[in-house]
């Protein structure tokens, strides 16, 4: 267990050193450093614990690690994320057990799984931490995966394709994971307060998995591009209005009804002619500048008017791009995956997702009919 422990706070010290004067600074990576910091703390408190003396009765950190993995994915999501006050509310269970630790400081409140469910006074207080704790856990475990998942929505709206750099699919995988690791721990610990059947305390176990998980949030972290930056790259797109609905913003866009058919001849024979869909990574902001369209004004023409987001309205045409090429005689030496590259797919699982949608058939099954 000792040796994990030195792992686990040498392991999560570097990382969050490295994500902390990682470029640029952005209030997403400060937020993921404290978060790896506040995990080296626990774990060198734990050491403290198991070698020297007791330095706490009551493991308070763990309370924050859901409030910082949340806000690291909504921040991380966000164009211009400010901090507020008002998040600080997140963290009211770490001080509401923080005062209790200064309180009991001298007291023998906890001692993990060893007679939790002994009759003392501290026995509501146990039972009430325990709770707090899994709903915490869990609460922000799912509040994460909202966050990313609408996160993952509204890039549909922005961008023509699929990348690691800008979905957070590794942060998502790694969320579950945590959660999922301490549902487990609860589990053992729970068999272990009723039968006492394991040879081992479930909660310093745990940190054998954190520090597996750590490394890989600080290798991930470390890698992830400020998505904005990624998406909108040399482009100044408008502000948008995080408060406010799409139907809110479409009626105060500015666009006239009178002018939507000739907006949306311009955006179908625009794309038919110049076939901008090639480029891999085209995003909303391009094809915006391109036709000298706003940016809102053309995503309310897509999403409102041609009953489509961007990334299917994009992918639709690479799709019939990639039929036409299959028809080339011309063109039969090359691969499926070549002639999709070719067309404006940026990756093969991407292209045979989206081709399945739209046709109803693999590209090879799709092939075979032509042959």
């Given amino acids: 267990m000792e040796a994990i422990l030195y792992i686990g706070i040498s392991q999560t010290l570097f990382a969050g050193i490295l994500i902390a004067i990682k470029k640029p600074r952005v209030l997403a990576n400060q937020i993921l450093s404290a978060w790896l910091f506040i995990i080296c703390a626990e774990m060198v408190i734990v050491l403290v614990n198991e070698t020297l003396i007791e330095l706490y009765p009551i493991k308070i950190l763990p309370f924050t690690y859901g409030p910082l993995l949340m806000l690291y994915a909504k921040w991380m999501t966000t164009e211009k994320p400010r901090f507020d006050l008002k998040y600080l509310w997140h963290f009211s269970p770490f001080f509401i057990f ?4 200064l309180i009991f400081i001298d007291e023998r409140v906890m001692s993990g799984t060893d007679g939790f469910l002994v009759i003392d006074r501290f026995i509501s207080f146990r039972i009430v ?3 707090t ?3 915490s856990i869990t609460a922000y475990s799912v509040a994460t995966f909202v966050v990313i998942n609408r ?3 509204r890039l549909k709206e922005l961008v023509s394709y699929s990348s690691g750099k800008i979905t ?3 942060l998502l995988g790694l969320s579950i994971t945590f959660y999922a690791g301490y549902v487990l721990m609860f589990i053992f610990g729970g068999v272990d307060i009723l039968m006492h059947f394991m040879p081992f305390d ?3 176990i745990s940190f054998i998995g954190l520090t597996l998980l750590t490394f890989l949030f600080g290798v991930f972290g470390f890698q992830q591009p400020v998505i904005f930056e990624e998406v909108v790259r040399f482009h100044h797109p408008e502000p948008d209005s995080p408060e406010e609905s799409d139907s809110k913003k479409y009626q105060r866009s500015g666009l006239k009804q009178e002018d939507v058919a000739d907006y949306v001849n311009k955006i179908r024979k625009y794309m ?3 076939k901008p869909y090639l480029d891999r990574e085209l995003t909303i902001y391009d094809l915006s500048e391109q036709l000298k369209i706003p940016r809102h004004i053309l995503s309310e023409l897509i999403n409102e008017h041609m009953g489509k987001n961007f990334y299917h309205l994009v992918n639709d045409y690479r799709i019939d791009e990639v039929k036409e090429r299959m028809k080339n005689e011309d063109l039969k030496q090359l ?3 070549a002639i999709a590259f070719d067309s404006g797919f940026n990756s093969k699982s991407s292209f045979n997702t989206i081709f399945k949608e739209k046709t109803g058939q693999t590209p090879s099954e799709y092939l075979k009919t032509l042959e």
């Fill in 272 to 274: 038919v002619i110049e």
């Fill in 98 to 101: 923080l005062i209790a630790s």
């Fill in 129 to 131: 931490y325990a709770i």
């Fill in 133 to 135: 704790f899994f709903a």
């Fill in 151 to 153: 996160h993952q929505k």
């Fill in 202 to 204: 479930p909660f310093e």
């Fill in 335 to 337: 691969t499926i995956l």
């Fill in 168 to 170: 957070l699919q590794w």
